[in-house]
T-cell receptor, first 113, second 115 residues
Framework: EPEVTQTPSHQVTQMGQEVILRCVPI?????FYWYRQILGQKVEFLVS????????KSEIFDDQFSVERPDGSNFTLKIRSTKLEDSAMYFC???????????FGPGTRLTVL | AQSVTQLGSHVSVSEGALVLLRCNYS??????LFWYVQYPNQGLQLLLK??????LVKGINGFEAEFKKSETSFHLTKPSAHMSDAAEYFC?????????????FGSGTRLLVRP
């Protein structure tokens, strides 16, 4: 069964450093999403992406964040200058169409020291 | 704005007992509703979804949920709990008000199953 994969599973970084979280969505899916879950809090929407552009972003998704689909298979989330409060589990998701089921990856746990 | 409330951050049941996890939603449009399960150190796995067809939705692993518009609820049930059901369960609503379809999640309920 096709699945969404994410790498790395755990990333530790120093405050102020740039990180790139990688996702490989299900191959025939067209809509891509990033969510995050700070420990003990709700899963929160960050950004949705379709047709090589952002379709919606949340208030959390400020200028420090960017997304890219560099090669038709990977979908990345970049945080330019990490803050302590960026420590969270980051989930990638994909769906075939709008409103269709979103399939989630296993997540990347980001720890900012 | 859409929102989801899950009553009870922890629910504990005995193996073989009924599982009931509560979810109430707020939505200005007919909602799409989902239950996801997260096992330790794993991602979110879809259990079931409601998208305006039958109000009683059956999912994987013997779970089902009933959409009740009058109560704005979408509670998850399973007649007989199994030890392998121990996990965290998330209710979510799809935000269709601006065609973004992003998911809005509840706080989650951790299900503990006692032997």
């Amino acid at each position: 069964e096709p699945e969404v994969t994410q790498t790395p599973s755990h990333q530790v970084t120093q405050m102020g450093q740039e990180v790139i979280l990688r996702c490989v969505p299900i191959s025939n899916h067209l809509y891509f999403y990033w969510y995050r879950q700070i420990l003990g809090q709700k899963v929160e929407f960050l950004v949705s992406f379709y047709n090589n552009e952002i379709s919606e972003k949340s208030e959390i998704f400020d200028d420090q964040f960017s997304v890219e689909r560099p090669d038709g298979s990977n979908f990345t989330l970049k945080i330019r200058s990490t803050k302590l409060e960026d420590s969270a589990m980051y989930f990638c998701a994909s769906s075939y169409s709008e409103g269709d089921t979103q399939y989630f990856g296993p997540g990347t746990r980001l720890t900012v020291l | 704005a859409q929102s989801v409330t899950q009553l009870g951050s922890h629910v504990s049941v005995s193996e073989g007992a009924l599982v009931l996890l509560r979810c109430n939603y707020s939505s200005s449009v007919p909602p799409y509703l989902f239950w996801y399960v997260q096992y330790p150190n794993q991602g979110l796995q879809l259990l079931l979804k409601y998208t305006s067809a039958a109000t009683l939705v059956k999912g994987i692993n013997g779970f089902e949920a009933e959409f009740k518009k009058s109560e704005t609820s979408f509670h998850l049930t399973k007649p007989s709990a199994h030890m392998s059901d121990a996990a965290e369960y998330f209710c979510a609503v799809s935000d269709r008000t601006d065609s973004s379809y992003k998911l809005i999640f509840g706080s989650g309920t951790r299900l503990l199953v006692r032997p």
